[in-house]
């Protein structure tokens, strides 16, 4: 298992606590701008975005929130109680949307530079 992610905390990290918790061997491939442009140009990420958790068979999952959810169905950390399941999910869309702000400043900062 492969995740493609920037080599800094963001909406990819809580990827790898996820798997770091579940204790998941995954090679953590930690992306600078080239390395980035480069695999976007051979069409490796889909939507053009990171993170991507690449599985063991080749298949492909992004988007964060649907990365955690399919971990979380995988290793046992999704409740069965359907409202249970709603504030998990709920708790960490929240935290996505507080992070993703963060780098809309951090990303203009550096175009001004």
């Given at each position: 298992m492969k995740l493609y992610y920037f080599d800094l905390y963001g909406i990819g990290e809580p990827i790898r606590m996820l798997l770091t918790y579940c204790k998941v061997q995954f090679?953590?491939?930690?992306?600078?701008?080239?390395?980035?442009?480069?695999?976007?140009?051979?069409?490796?990420?889909?939507?053009?975005?990171?993170?991507?958790?690449?599985?063991?068979?080749?298949?492909?999952?992004?988007?964060?929130?649907?990365?955690?959810?399919?971990?979380?169905s995988q290793h046992g950390m999704v409740p069965d109680d359907a409202m249970m399941r709603y504030w998990g999910e709920c708790t960490v869309q929240h935290k996505l949307d507080m992070i993703r702000p963060l780098f809309a400043c951090i990303s203009e900062a550096d175009e001004h530079l």
């Open positions: 090679e953590d491939i930690r992306l600078d701008g080239d390395k980035m442009v480069k695999l976007k140009s051979e069409g490796l990420f889909e939507f053009g975005q990171t993170p991507m958790l690449e599985l063991d068979d080749g298949t492909r999952l992004v988007q964060t929130s649907a990365i955690l959810s399919y971990l979380g």
